[in-house]
Nanobody, 127 residues
Framework: QVQVVESGGGLVQAGGSLRLSCAAS????????MAWFRQAPGKEREFVAA???????????NYADLAKGRFTISRDNAKNTMYLQMNSVKPEETAVYYC?????????????????WGQGTQVTVSS
C-alpha cells in the first residue's frame, strides 16, 4: 500500500501563487510516477501534470496556459514528496487538487491508470 497526502491548498487571489505538496509513504517502488489532477464542481476530474520518480520526466496537460509554464511539477526524492508550483492562478482553476500514484513510470494523463489517491486539497482562487 502507498499513502499519499496532499497539503498546501487554500484561498489565493487571482494572479497569485500557491505551492501544493504531496507526501508519499508506505510501500515504495523503485520506479513509479505521480501526478496532480483537479476537479472543479460539476466537472470531471482532469489531468494537470505528472512526473516519473526515477528519471524526473515531466508531463503537462495540453492546456495552452499550462504549456506556457505557469505550473511546475517537481519532486524531492529524499523526502518522498511531490510539488506543484502554481503561478498566476485564475479563478477558473478553483478546484480540489488530487495527488495520485501509479506503480508504473509512465506519466499517464489517464486517471484510471493511477492506483493510489489522496483525499484532495481545496484551491480557491478569488477574482
Amino acid at each position: 500500500q502507498v499513502q499519499v497526502v496532499e497539503s498546501g491548498g487554500g484561498l489565493v487571489q487571482a494572479g497569485g501563487s500557491l505551492r501544493l505538496s504531496c507526501a508519499a509513504s508506505g510501500r515504495t517502488f523503485s520506479s513509479y510516477s505521480m501526478a496532480w489532477f483537479r476537479q472543479a464542481p460539476g466537472k470531471e476530474r482532469e489531468f494537470v501534470a505528472a512526473i516519473t520518480w526515477s528519471g524526473g520526466r515531466t508531463y503537462y496537460a495540453n492546456y495552452a496556459d499550462l504549456a506556457k509554464g505557469r505550473f511546475t511539477i517537481s519532486r524531492d526524492n529524499a523526502k518522498n514528496t511531490m510539488y506543484l508550483q502554481m503561478n498566476s492562478v485564475k479563478p477558473e482553476e478553483t478546484a480540489v487538487y488530487y495527488c495520485a500514484a501509479d506503480i508504473l513510470p509512465r506519466g499517464s494523463r489517464t486517471r484510471y491508470e493511477y492506483d493510489y489517491w489522496g483525499q484532495g486539497t481545496q484551491v480557491t482562487v478569488s477574482s
